[in-house]
């Protein structure tokens, strides 16, 4: 089973930037497509981004794209999320996720399609 552990969270002004990091452990994850999703209170977790487990593509949410970037490292088994221009509406938890499908090629955005997940990191944006 693998474990997630976020990081990278806290408080920043809107206009800033935040790069939030996702350290896999007990196995390898460079065969799966990563996610990154967000839950704000009171609302649904939301898809924000994906990078294929080959790290070739990536998919970002319109309500982020062109402000958040989804990379990963296989050789570090991590993936991360650079957030610039952030806004109010992007204050929430981010977590970080396992596709449960090995090698998919192509994504998916629903997180019941995802299998393993972080604790979390706080993300807050003061106007």
């Known amino acids: 089973q693998v474990q997630l552990v976020e990081s990278g969270g806290g408080l920043v002004q809107a206009g800033g930037s935040l790069r939030l990091s996702c350290a896999a452990s007990?196995?390898?994850?460079?065969?799966?497509?990563m996610g990154w999703f967000r839950q704000a209170p009171g609302k649904e977790r939301e898809f924000v981004a994906a990078?294929?487990?080959?790290?070739?593509?990536?998919y970002h949410a319109d309500s982020v794209k062109g402000r958040f970037t989804i990379s990963r490292d296989n050789a570090k088994n991590a993936v991360y999320l650079q957030m610039n221009s952030l806004k109010p509406e992007d204050t929430a938890v981010y977590y970080c996720?396992?596709?449960?499908?090995?090698?998919?090629?192509?994504?998916?955005?629903?997180?019941?399609?995802?299998?393993?997940w972080g604790q979390g990191t706080q993300v807050t944006v003061s106007s």
């Open positions: 990078v294929s487990w080959s790290a070739g593509n990536t």
């Open positions: 007990g196995r390898t994850v460079s065969s799966y497509t």
């Open positions: 996720a396992t596709d449960r499908v090995k090698y998919r090629d192509y994504f998916k955005f629903d997180e019941t399609d995802y299998g393993s």
